[in-house]
């Protein structure tokens, strides 16, 4: 589903490379998590998959479903279904949650030869998917994020992702600032919408989420490469020994 080939970006406009070179590939039906210190590049990886114009990719390619989407524009990503779950959530004031999500699902279904709904439709597949996130019919009339609690914003992304239904998504930090109750409903929901046809990737610098979301892989992200893949087990051995093991093995500067 998605190709990753030594991708190397930057700062658009600028000559320090953050990503020097990451190689991922991921299959449909998998769950991945990207671990690693702060400031290894795991949210430029995410940014730069999902086509952020802030970075520019100086090397290397991003293959979605065999095709090169390096050089798309973040929606036109999206449109093909790819989805990111920013790690801090922009506030929309004066847009509703429906009218986003309604704008957002319609024009994917445009894209992909998939029939609209229609406003009483939309309303009705809305409430259904509002049960993965445990969220309130009120959640869907206020403005997208605006006053928000920061558990609220993680599960309306994870919300946005039960009603967009993307083949790919890389979900960042979904886990920081949650209660354990709030964990426990945003880790329900990300579980109910992982199935055999999608892809999650989790981007977590803890790995308290992996108790509720058990990851297929797991990848320790350093010093803007992957340096460490394997299965679960080593989200919990990092646990255990924290980063220092690694970073002294991996400590290359560029
Ligand atoms: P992580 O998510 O792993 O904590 P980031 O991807 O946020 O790491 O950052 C990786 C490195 O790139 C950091 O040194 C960060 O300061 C730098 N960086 C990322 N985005 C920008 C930006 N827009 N401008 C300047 N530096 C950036
Ligand atoms: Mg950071
Ligand atoms: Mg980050």
Known sequence: MLEIKNLHASVEGEDEQILKGVNLTINK??????????????????????????????EGEILFEGEDVTELDADERAHLGMFLAFQYPIEVPGITNRTLLRESYNTIARENDREELDPLEFDDYLKERLEVIDMKDEFLERSINTGFSGGEKKKNEVFQMAVLNPKLAFMDETDSGLDIDALKIV????????????????????Q??????????????MNGKIVKSAGKELALELEDQGYEQLEKEFSVNG
């Not at 039906?29 to 671990?35: D, N, W």
């Not at 989420?209 to 797991?218: E, F, K, R």
């Open 29 to 58: 039906g998998e769950i991945h998590a990207i671990m690693g210190p702060n400031g290894s590049g795991k949210s430029t990886l995410a940014k730069v998959v999902s086509g952020h114009p802030e970075y520019e990719v100086t």
């Open 187 to 206: 880790s329900d929901g990300i579980n109910k919408i992982a199935g055999p046809e999608n892809a999650i990737v989790l981007i977590t610098h803890y």
């Open 208 to 221: 308290r989420l992996l108790n509720y979301i058990t990851p297929d892989y797991v990848h320790v992200m």
